[in-house]
């Protein structure tokens, strides 16, 4: 999961990609509710308890167990994908710029996990292995750093602590900060997407549950103390280099493809959208041109080449005394 708000950022830049399909760029444009729900579904599963995470977090513990954010990241993701777009297409209530907007979303949210995961992965266990700790605590400070440079170069300044960033956290057209609600044919869309692909669904109840914690993750992090976290962190050029342009890699490298993928994946999709069959045989090709192995750990295929690891795994603390060999004299 890169950080939440490059997911709602690489959602919106849909409609300014030159080479995506003009009626998904329309919709992405005119339907940003939907757009960013798209761009965060994947992710939804994380916000089930904002204060428990929080506390997690600056504790420096592994993040919570989701598991249905387990199962759409890396269980047949391309056939999730294939389900998604079809409920898009079919759920009864949704206007066809709403269903192009939630595939927009959902396959950027694709294209930027499939694209930066590998770099993400490699900075998370490079540190796991250096300083020790869990390798989830590293992955979401590698992704908000990610998150933080690029948006200063792309426009500026972070989105983190704006306001209109909490405006975002809000992915349902009904519901609110306290009332866990949503509109019925979003509800009955989730439904069709989780059981056409796993068989069995979150409840509503759960579900939007997630939409409302997200919007307290917005409100947590659209506001002056985060504003000024985000203007002290991004001092320190050290931290620059240990996770944007480094030794062996650069980001950048990595977000160009970011931007193809998107590309390619978004109109594949509108192609799935728009022709409307959905038998086993055409989402079986769906998913063969797709190729969405795995959006936690991606094969990589096609991305620049990262450096080793570094070999030592075991942390120095948790290793046993050194034992001198026999019959060598002391030093
Ligand atoms: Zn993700």
Redesign the pocket.
Known sequence: ??APQF?LTFGESVAHHPDIEPAVRRAVASEPVYTHLGAIF??LPYYGNMIAEAIRYGLERPALDAPW?YR??CIRPDRFVAHFIRAARTTPGLTREEGLALVGGILS?CA??LTL?PLVNYCARRDTALYGGHETYHHRIVEKYHALFFHLERFGEDVIGRRDFSLKTRVVKRGSLVRADAEPQIVAFMHDVYRGAYGNAPTAGQWTAWVRSFRHFGLMVGNEIAARNSRKVRQNELFRQRFYVGDGFDFHDFYAHSERRLAELVNLGYRYFEAADFSPPAEAEFCRFAHIDN??DPDGLGLPHLPALPTELVRPRRRRPFQKPPFSRAA
């Open positions: 999961m890169p997911h994947h992710d954010a759409m990241h949210h930027l996990d995961h959006l936690a």
